[in-house]
């Protein structure tokens, strides 16, 4: 069993920044595909980014350029780095761990996200 669990979420004003972290049990942290996903009240939980073992990186075009995402495999977690943040950015952010290759099958319990206009 993999526990994940979120952190780093609060208020912020628009254009301000957060960093989330995502911490994750387990002694092959290093193999797992990482990726944090957000829902906002009202609609349907999505992805955001991901990072796999390569450390290749993946971002959802309404954040591109604005999150970036890494991983310290030393310290079994993850981060996402969030600038130019924006209204529509609030929502609740999961982040979850894919173990196998098969897909996300571990999830935290979420962090909020509040940006003020």
């Known amino acids: 069993q993999v526990q994940v669990e979120e952190s780093g979420g609060g208020l912020v004003q628009t254009g301000g920044s957060l960093r989330l972290s995502c911490a994750a049990s387990g002694r092959t942290f290093s193999s797992y595909v990482m990726g944090w996903f957000r829902q906002a009240p009202g609609k349907e939980r999505e992805f955001v980014s991901s990072i796999r073992r390569s450390y290749d990186t993946y971002y959802a075009g309404s954040v591109k350029g604005r999150f970036t995402v890494s991983r310290n495999n030393a310290l079994n977690t993850v981060y996402l780095q969030m600038n130019s943040l924006k209204p529509e950015d609030t929502a609740v952010y999961y982040c979850?761990?894919?173990?196998?290759?098969?897909?996300?099958?571990?999830w935290g319990q979420g962090t909020q996200v509040t940006v003020s206009s």
């Open positions: 979850a761990a894919d173990t196998t290759g098969n897909g996300y099958g571990y």
